[in-house]
């Protein structure tokens, strides 16, 4: 039943916040028609640096993130990911906005609008910090059901996605604090 209820999420079913659709349809599960070009800049480039299909489709995501909450700053903390993978995350925020400032130190997760950090590696009290100011968003890998329980309460309002081991928790002004479970 739990995996039904994350298909449906994922797909956008019984989501009925408009901001948190928003956020499924376009930032994480984009329909197949979605013409979005940079993808395809994404892709080549991660191709050619050696990527695997699975890091070059991360950094697709964290593109479409960084377009639709227009963000102006960003972390990347992923300190066991290899170079050309972090080298890909920076092209696909400079493909989403090229004034994006992006920094790689977890002590300016609080103060970052998207933050793309693997959560076993982050002081969960910074996560907490960043989660509690409008307009941020974090992606987190590797993040188990304390680190989702733990932001989800500290969440004033916003929406969070969850799957097995990814989030993406967005605190949006003026919508009720929600969640769903989907495939991140």
Known sequence: MFSYRRWRHTRGFGVHSPAAYRLLRYAVRPRPDYAY???????AEGHHSGCSAL????????????????????????????????RL????LRKADSRC????????IPYSDLVYADASNVEPCLLKKSVQVAGHTLLLENAGREIRDLLFDALPE???????????????????KVRYSAYV
């Open 55 to 86: 890091q070059r489709r991360r950094a697709r995501r964290l593109m479409r993130l960084a377009d639709i909450t227009l963000s102006r700053s960003a972390v990347i903390f992923l300190p066991e990911a290899p170079e050309n993978f972090i």
């Open 37 to 43: 070009y940079a993808d395809r800049d994404i892709e």
């Open 101 to 108: 400032k992006i920094s790689f130190e977890n002590s300016d």
């Open 89 to 92: 995350l920076q092209l696909a």
């Open 158 to 176: 916003g929406v969070m996605f969850y799957g097995e081991h990814r989030i993406l928790i967005s605190h949006i002004p003026e919508v009720m």
